[in-house]
C-alpha cells in the first residue's frame, strides 16, 4: 500500500477517539468551559481562538521527538502547560489549559474549547476526558507509539486539535422551483422526468472551516 494510505488507518483511530471524547464531554456539559479543558489562544495576543480564526498544523520535518523521564509510551510532559508552534504556522498559537481564574473572569466560552487528535506534539485536558482517552490508548495497546513517535519518522501521528464547537457561516435556504431542479438533473444526469407532481424544494448554502463536515451540519438541520 502507498504510505498515504498506511496512514489513513492511524488517522481514522485518532478521529475515533475524538470523536469519542467530544461525544462525552459534550454529554457532560454543555453550558461552557470547565476546568481542565484545552483552548488555543494567539501566543502574542492572548486573545482566545475558535475554529475560524486558529491555523493550526505542525511542521512535521522540523519537530524533535523527545522522551519523558518517565519511560516509554509517556507522552511529552502531557499535564503541563506548554506552548507547542510550529514554522509553518500561519499564525502563533499557543495551547492553554482552563485554570479557576479564567473560570471566574469568564475568559473561555465553548467555541473555544479544542480537544485533542491523540499524538506525540499535544497535550490532553486535564479532566476526565484527557484520562479516558490515555486509558484507551493504554487498553488498545499503542500508547508507546501514540506518545512517543513510531521508529519510523513517515508513520509518527503528531497529533492536532480541533474545536469543540464549530458555528458555520453564510447559511443561506432558498426555495427552488421543481421546473429548475428537472432541468438541472437532466443536464447533469440525462435524467427524464419520472414524476410531475409538486414537490418542495430547497437550496442550501454555508461556510465552513477546514476539518469540519458539511454531513453532520446537514444531519442536524434536518433533525431540527
Given at each position: 500500500?502507498?504510505?498515504?494510505?498506511?496512514?489513513?488507518?492511524?488517522?481514522?483511530?485518532?478521529?475515533?477517539?475524538?470523536?469519542?471524547?467530544?461525544?462525552?464531554?459534550?454529554?457532560?456539559?454543555?453550558?461552557?468551559?470547565?476546568?481542565?479543558?484545552?483552548?488555543?489562544?494567539?501566543?502574542?495576543?492572548?486573545?482566545?481562538?475558535?475554529?475560524?480564526?486558529?491555523?493550526?498544523?505542525?511542521?512535521?520535518?522540523?519537530?524533535?521527538?523527545?522522551?519523558?523521564?518517565?519511560?516509554?509510551?509517556?507522552?511529552m510532559?502531557?499535564?503541563?502547560?506548554?506552548?507547542?508552534n510550529?514554522?509553518?504556522?500561519?499564525?502563533?498559537?499557543?495551547?492553554?489549559?482552563v485554570?479557576?481564574?479564567?473560570?471566574?473572569?469568564?475568559?473561555?466560552?465553548?467555541?473555544?474549547?479544542?480537544?485533542?487528535?491523540?499524538?506525540?506534539?499535544?497535550?490532553?485536558?486535564?479532566h476526565?476526558?484527557?484520562?479516558?482517552?490515555?486509558?484507551?490508548?493504554?487498553?488498545?495497546?499503542?500508547?508507546?507509539?501514540?506518545?512517543?513517535?513510531?521508529?519510523?519518522?513517515?508513520?509518527?501521528l503528531?497529533?492536532?486539535?480541533?474545536?469543540l464547537?464549530?458555528?458555520?457561516?453564510?447559511?443561506?435556504?432558498?426555495?427552488?422551483?421543481?421546473?429548475?431542479?428537472?432541468?438541472?438533473?437532466?443536464?447533469?444526469?440525462?435524467?427524464k422526468?419520472?414524476?410531475?407532481?409538486?414537490?418542495?424544494?430547497?437550496?442550501?448554502?454555508?461556510?465552513?472551516?477546514?476539518?469540519?463536515?458539511?454531513?453532520t451540519?446537514?444531519?442536524?438541520?434536518?433533525?431540527?
Open positions: 500500500l502507498p504510505r498515504n494510505l498506511r496512514q489513513l488507518y492511524g488517522q481514522s483511530y485518532q478521529s475515533l477517539l475524538w470523536n469519542i471524547a467530544a461525544s462525552e464531554r459534550i454529554i457532560f456539559s454543555k453550558a461552557g468551559v470547565i476546568l481542565g479543558d484545552l483552548v488555543l489562544v494567539d501566543a502574542n495576543t492572548n486573545v482566545p481562538l475558535n475554529a475560524w480564526d486558529a491555523k493550526w498544523e505542525f511542521d512535521k520535518e522540523n519537530i524533535q521527538i523527545e522522551k519523558d523521564k518517565g519511560g516509554k509510551g509517556q507522552g510532559g502531557r499535564w503541563k502547560k506548554r506552548t507547542s510550529s514554522e509553518k504556522n500561519k499564525q502563533s498559537i499557543k495551547v492553554c489549559m485554570e479557576e481564574e479564567d473560570l471566574v473572569q469568564g475568559r473561555f466560552c465553548l467555541e473555544h474549547v479544542v480537544l485533542p487528535l491523540p499524538g506525540c506534539q499535544v497535550e490532553f485536558p486535564s476526565f476526558i484527557g484520562t479516558k482517552i490515555l486509558q484507551r490508548l493504554y487498553v488498545d495497546g499503542v500508547h508507546e507509539t501514540m506518545l512517543d513517535g513510531h521508529p519510523q519518522k513517515d508513520f509518527t503528531m497529533g492536532s486539535y480541533r474545536h464547537i464549530v458555528k458555520p457561516q453564510n447559511i443561506l435556504l432558498n426555495s427552488v422551483r421543481q421546473e429548475s431542479i428537472v432541468e438541472w438533473l437532466k443536464a447533469e444526469f440525462n435524467e422526468e419520472k414524476n410531475t407532481k409538486e414537490e418542495n424544494w430547497v437550496n442550501l448554502s454555508f461556510d465552513l472551516p477546514s476539518s469540519s463536515y458539511a454531513t451540519l446537514i444531519s442536524h438541520i434536518s433533525n431540527g
